[in-house]
């Protein structure tokens, strides 16, 4: 299974690495012709920069150009990193990949592919939708607000409880219980364990054969799930510890063995400082780019004919038609029923 993930990994690895490629062409620049920057094959090799591969004796990849690709890869997989020590060959696989691009540049050059109408229509439908990107990245930079350092601190103490990632324990009360379908069996248990501690109300469960039905909950509180919600908002209201009967209905009666509560533990503020205020910076631009799309939108007077895109709705029969259809079951009736016959 792991080799077969690897192997995998190493498939889209050189993918992405055809795709840094072209990232280095020069999509603004030239329309006409083919959307090579340069010559297939031509590098020009600053001295003391080692070659990597050549086609036809010209350098093709050098040192230099392959480590900043490759460094644009693990950019952008930042999880690649780590799996370096497994993945000997990576680098041997990237440059491959580079080099096989080259083969394809040098190919579509030749054959005169990059002349014929529909590489030129592609060409500009290319180049069209990688500008639209890097407007849209570079929209987002300007669009950045920074965040105080006291504003991450308010924001931790007043919303730690709605970020799962924040905390350590959500707390609550240790709570195991058995339970019973008459109120009766259930209060005759009660007078048993009352005193008890938790390993006693344990044994005494066992000893009157009532292990089936002893439950541990763990630690309760108002997020438990896996248990009756009355049962569950009971434990959770009670504000001591006891052992105490709970009646969820007129059939379930549980037997419960309260501890004392345990309050929420989170993850200290400077753990998750520099995350909270990546989540915050990246929130206020979202703000700050709809606020300012709606500014733009003014300015340019923007208007979208709304109307044009909604469904229409379906177009009522004509009268005529309508009572057609509704006679249609009555006619059908009378044409199945058998003729009366008269003596």
Same mark, same amino acid.
């Given at each position: 299974m792991y080799i077969h993930n690897t192997q995998k990994k190493v498939v889209q690895v050189?993918? /992405?690495? /055809?795709?840094l490629l072209l990232s280095g062409c020069d999509w603004f620049g030239k329309k006409e012709g083919a959307g090579l920057t340069d010559k297939a094959g031509a590098k020009e090799v600053v001295s003391g920069d080692v070659v990597i591969a050549t086609m036809g004796g010209k350098p093709v990849l050098t040192i230099k150009e392959f480590e900043e690709r490759f460094e644009q890869l693990l950019a952008g997989q930042p999880? /690649? $990193? =780590?799996?370096?020590q497994y993945m000997p060959d990576l680098k041997v696989d990237v440059a491959k990949s580079l080099v096989s691009q080259s083969v394809i540049d040098k190919f579509v050059e030749e054959s005169g592919l990059d002349k014929q109408t529909e590489y030129k229509n592609d060409l500009e439908q290319a180049r069209n939708q990688a500008q639209k990107i890097v407007n849209v990245k570079h929209f987002r930079n300007a669009c950045v607000k920074p965040v105080a350092e006291n504003d991450v601190k308010k924001y931790y !103490?007043?919303?730690?409880d709605e970020h799962p990632e924040l905390l350590l324990s959500r707390g609550g009360v240790p709570a195991s219980g058995v339970s019973f379908d008459k109120e009766a069996d259930a209060k005759t248990f009660l007078a048993k364990i009352t005193g008890k501690n938790a390993e006693e109300f344990k044994k005494i469960a066992e000893a !009157? #054969? +009532?292990?089936? #039905? +002893? $439950?541990?909950?763990g630690l309760v509180n108002a997020q438990s799930l896996g248990m009756d919600n009355a049962l569950r908002d009971k434990i959770v209201a009670?504000?001591?510890p006891v052992t105490e009967m709970i009646k969820v209905n007129d059939k379930t009666f549980w037997v419960v063995q309260i501890g004392a509560k345990e309050e929420t533990k989170y993850r200290p503020f400077d753990e998750v400082k =520099?995350?909270?205020?990546?989540?915050? =910076?990246? $929130?206020?631009m979202e703000e700050a780019m709809e606020q300012k799309l709606d500014e733009l939108k003014a300015k340019y007077d923007v208007k979208i004919n709304e109307e044009i895109l909604k469904p229409k709705p379906a177009e009522e029969p004509a009268k005529g038609e309508e009572t057609k259809k509704a006679e249609e079951? #009555? #006619?059908?009736?009378?044409? =199945?029923a058998p003729t009366a016959k008269t003596a």
């Open positions: 050189a993918s /992405l690495a /055809l795709v999880q /690649l $990193r =780590a799996m370096l !103490d007043e919303h730690k !009157d #054969k +009532l292990g089936a #039905k +002893l $439950r541990n909950f009670v504000k001591k =520099a995350g909270l205020e990546k989540f915050l =910076a990246n $929130r206020k079951p #009555k #006619k059908q009736a009378e044409e =199945a």
